[in-house]
């Protein structure tokens, strides 16, 4: 049973250009969590997922951010018009739901986007 | 509402030391509790995890946690600290939904 697969992992984008982070969550797994991590910063919750459904969007930035996870595929975090404040790494993590809450978040690897 | 609280974002000891990350939480439901750990370049990783039962929780390479209700906590510890513990510890809650991290511990290993 592979793990959570995110690509890619490195990423360099020009200013104004776009970006599409992947995440395939683990075989079972109905929810995605991404997660934003600066340098020497902690993890920023973005946005959290179903299939075909934004549960809670709290921490996405109103502008130039957007994510999805369609019934098939992977979850697509999507980043336009990508400014230098948008390098850090990007994590994404898949979890099984039962009942009211969350098993524990299983982590992809992350994708470091470099904005130059 | 979940948050929690990581105090002392670095910690030091010397290798052989005990190790004592602390975590606080807050939740408006009965929490379930995770420690991850992150080494550099790499993603995060369960270390323990608390959901219901024994309070004290073992977790992989020797490290624990006890769930205190009354104290709102949930101490990583460990009693003797190896050179490969060095790394970025992450407590997490919780309770309704989504998953919420503090902001993270680094732990430095002195020989």
């Known amino acids: 049973n592979a793990g959570v697969m995110q690509n890619p992992r490195h990423l360099v984008r020009r200013r104004g250009q776009e970006a599409r982070l992947r995440c395939s969550p683990m075989k079972g797994h109905s929810h995605v969590y991404w997660y934003r991590q600066l340098p020497e910063e902690g993890l920023k919750f973005m946005v959290y997922l179903q299939k075909e459904n934004i549960i809670d969007e709290s921490g996405m930035p109103k502008e130039r951010f957007s994510a999805e996870f369609p019934k098939e595929g992977p979850s697509i975090l999507r980043i336009q018009q990508v400014v230098r404040g948008d390098s850090a790494a990007y994590f994404c993590?898949?979890?099984?739901?039962?009942?009211?809450?969350?098993?524990?978040?299983?982590f992809g690897q992350g994708t470091r986007l470099t904005v130059v | 509402a979940q948050s929690v609280t990581q105090l002392g974002s670095h910690v030091s000891v010397s290798e052989g030391a005990l190790v004592l990350l602390r975590c606080n939480y807050s939740s408006s439901v009965p929490p379930y509790l995770f420690w991850y750990v992150q080494y550099p370049n790499q993603g995060l990783q369960l270390l323990l995890k608390?959901?219901?039962?024994?309070?004290l929780v073992k977790g992989i390479n020797g490290f624990e946690a006890e769930f205190k209700k009354s104290e709102t906590s949930f101490h990583l510890t460990k009693p003797s600290a190896h050179m490969s513990d060095a790394a970025e510890y992450f407590c997490?809650?919780?309770?309704?939904?989504?998953?919420?991290f503090g902001q993270g511990t680094r732990l430095t290993i002195n020989p």
């Open positions: 993590a898949s979890s099984l739901v039962t009942g009211r809450t969350n098993t524990e978040a299983f």
């Open positions: 608390y959901t219901t039962g024994a309070t």
């Open positions: 997490a809650v919780t309770g309704a939904q989504k998953l919420v």
